[in-house]
């Protein structure tokens, strides 16, 4: 796991589980030029009795003029807009989307 991310273990499990979890997000977010392992921000809930763990969302730096985004479902899982983010440092054009819901399994 990259450094430059969080080191939490709710972060350490998303970057670990959501390439093979997601497969079709993940190719759609890299045609974006995002790589799914690298969240801008994660919001998860605890993990479940059942090992899951739910992330009611995750946030994504993306490059570009929003006015060409359009918004998605793919595999039950909304692209949009995220109309509330941390502060982005970043100086070229940029906005942030989420991608939510996501259920991954607890493997850390």
């Given at each position: 796991m990259p450094t430059d991310l969080c080191q939490c273990a709710y972060c350490k499990n998303y970057v670990k589980e959501i390439r093979k979890s997601y497969p079709l997000?993940?190719?759609?977010?890299?045609?974006?030029g995002i790589d799914i392992e690298k969240p801008f921000e994660t919001m998860p809930l605890e993990p479940d009795a059942k090992q899951n763990i739910e992330y009611i969302s995750a946030q994504y730096i993306a490059f570009g003029d929003i006015?060409?985004?359009k918004k998605a479902v793919i595999s039950d899982v909304n692209i949009d807009i995220a109309e509330y983010h941390p502060p982005a440092v970043v100086e070229d054009n940029h906005f942030v989307i989420e991608i939510f819901p996501i259920t991954l399994k607890w493997v850390v």
């Open positions: 997000v993940s190719k759609y977010l890299a045609n974006m006015k060409h985004f």
